[in-house]
């Protein structure tokens, strides 16, 4: 018999986690209007960087999830300062490169960590039985945090100057320059920003699997849908996308085959791209 409220629950936990990627991707997407796809590096580095400070440094994981989100972040600063900064005129090297990326930190991962997935230990252990069910305390913890991550992001963005000129940037590049916002500097905090919760991300995938040298990749492909589906550079978008593709995913591991993870995500994304190309949120360019 099919256990609804189990499929449920944990549609709702793992979409959490892919709207987290998912907005860092769509935030660059939108304000550098760049496709970088060394965003998965971060969900790998955020994941071994909270276990090399738990394994190797011997202390708290919650040092190792300090680690996880400061470390990705500088990361992807750094990318894009001296690697994307110079050709990002060119959306076809920066493709190219960016995946390059992700194939150096993944194959550098493989290389001196090996194939053998590590395991991490949970930010919150034990259970907790809710109507009937046993949930882990991890995964409820690791929900709440996730949400309180987005929407610490979204009160950044509407609350804050530095939120509303990535929001403007985002909008309007040219009439950004014209309020006297530094798309520069704007751009190297919207990269930061993603590298953090993309990182933070791999910690969280980590915790409830465990980490590995190729755990960014499959994230990675579904948060492209979930941008796709959301609409570019909408963060209410990628929230409401995360939703509908991580229910599908765990419908179809649950309910078919686990083979066909990733299947259904590529079947919404075709059909969106050929109904509504601009998303269920995707605003129409200003000029």
């Known amino acids: 018999m099919v256990d609804v409220v189990t499929i449920a629950v944990n549609a709702v936990l793992l979409s959490a986690l892919y709207a987290l990627v998912a907005i860092g991707f769509t935030m660059i997407f939108g304000i550098a209007e760049v496709l970088n796809v060394a965003h998965g590096a971060n969900i790998t580095i955020g994941g071994f960087s909270a276990y090399f400070v738990w394994s190797v440094l011997d202390l708290s994981i919650w040092i190792g999830a300090i680690a996880a989100l400061i470390i990705p972040g500088i990361f992807s600063l750094i990318v894009y300062k001296y690697l994307i900064k110079p050709i990002e005129d060119d959306p076809t090297m920066v493709v190219i490169l960016t995946l390059a990326v992700l194939l150096v930190v993944e194959y550098a991962f493989r290389t001196f960590v090996g194939d053998t997935a590590r395991a991490i230990p949970s930010l919150l252990p034990g259970q907790t039985e809710i109507a009937g069910l046993t949930l882990q305390n991890n995964r409820v913890f690791v929900f709440l945090l996730s949400w309180a991550l987005i929407i610490g992001l979204i ?41 953090m919760l993309a990182g933070i991300a791999g910690l969280f995938f980590g915790s409830f699997q465990s980490v590995s040298w190729e755990m960014g990749l499959d994230p990675l492909l579904l948060s492209f849908t979930i941008v796709i589906l959301g609409g570019i550079g909408s963060i209410k978008g990628s929230v409401v996308g995360a939703y509908i593709i991580g229910t599908l995913e765990t419908l179809t591991v649950t309910l078919i085959d686990a083979r066909l993870a990733g299947a259904a995500s590529l079947i919404v994304l075709f059909f969106v791209l050929i109904a509504m190309p601009q998303g269920l949120y995707g605003r129409a360019e200003v000029e």
């Open 155 to 195: 009160l950044f963005i509407n609350r804050t100057w530095t939120g509303q000129a990535i929001e403007a940037v985002g909008m309007n590049r040219r009439g950004a320059a014209l309020a006297g916002i530094d798309q520069h500097r704007i751009t190297l905090y919207t990269w930061f920003i993603a590298g």
